[in-house]
């Protein structure tokens, strides 16, 4: 037993009971709650998640690059410039645990998450961009979600504080996974909050720019989607002034100006189409 988190252990199920016995009819509690989903909690869940998402290869086909170097290659970029976006993070700006990024094979203009730092994104999406600052900016965009917590947040919402409190409280292997199994596909398709949409936007066009991309590359990448008429980030609210406000915060800070301005370099369009090739 790991005496470090004994306090919280015993304190926690108590302070639920307390807040369940106090705030069960208020939605205070929904906010209260999310205090008790620890991250600890969040690495539980998200593990569950993943290994039973790795099992459901029919609905999500992960990336497989057989003996294919081209396709090693893309995966690999993929997969280094998430770390790199979120390397650019400094330390006490996100969660503690590590994060995973996985592949999945499939046309579909979407990316998404899960609690616990998984965070899964389709070739589909991948296939509408043009240059290297729109895949940060979506991945910037999907790892602000994971470390603002909005997809913990979310569950805890969707999924009702109880039957969380009584998998994680018990620490209950099986329960997590009854938990998960059960609640598979509204796991992938959790509900973000316009306010925490635009939140994540905003964060993930600054992680962007830490890493000197362009930071209108998530402006750009759904301004073009738009013009065309393609749905993207089907899970997420998509208010229309999305672009609008990305282009505002970019105007308002000169150092994200400058790199906006300098998007030749900052784009990164030919490193992008070097590695590409397998989903074209
Ligand atoms: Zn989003």
Do not use: W
């Not at 790199?84 to 203009?109: E, H, M, R, W």
């Not at 729109?134 to 504080?161: C, F, N, P, S, W």
């Amino acid at each position: 037993m790991d005496m470090k988190n004994a306090p919280l252990r015993i304190i926690r199920p108590v302070l639920l009971l307390a807040c369940l016995f106090l705030f069960s009819s208020c939605t205070l509690f929904d906010s209260i709650s999310t205090l008790f989903v620890t991250e600890q909690d969040e690495v539980k869940l998200g593990t569950e998640f993943d290994q039973q998402l790795h099992d459901s290869t029919r609905t999500f086909p992960v990336y497989n690059p057989g003996n294919s170097a081209a396709k090693l290659a893309f995966q690999n970029y993929v997969t280094h410039l998430a770390d790199s976006v979120l390397a650019g993070i400094p330390a006490g700006k996100k969660p503690g645990y590590p994060f995973k990024f996985t592949l999945i094979d499939q046309d579909i203009d979407n990316a998404f998450a899960v609690p616990g730092g998984f965070v899964y994104i389709y070739t589909g999406i991948i296939k509408h961009m043009q240059n290297e600052s729109e895949l940060a900016g979506v991945l910037g965009h999907e790892i602000a979600h994971v470390t603002q917590h909005h997809y913990r947040d979310a569950m805890v919402k969707q999924q009702g504080l109880s039957l969380l409190v009584q998998a994680l409280v018990g620490d209950d292997a099986g329960k997590i996974t009854e938990l998960v199994a059960s609640s598979f596909v509204q796991l992938t398709s959790l509900q973000i909050s316009q306010g925490n949409e635009s939140d994540a936007d905003a964060y993930g066009t600054r992680y962007e720019a830490a890493i000197g991309r362009n930071p209108m590359g998530i402006a750009n990448f759904f301004s073009r989607m738009q013009d065309q008429g393609i749905a993207i980030l089907s899970t997420h609210p998509q208010p229309s002034s999305r672009v609008a406000d990305v282009t505002a915060e970019v105007n308002g800070d000169a150092t994200l100006q400058a790199l906006a301005a300098d998007s030749l370099n900052t784009n990164y369009k030919s490193r992008f189409e070097q590695y590409v090739g397998p989903i074209r």
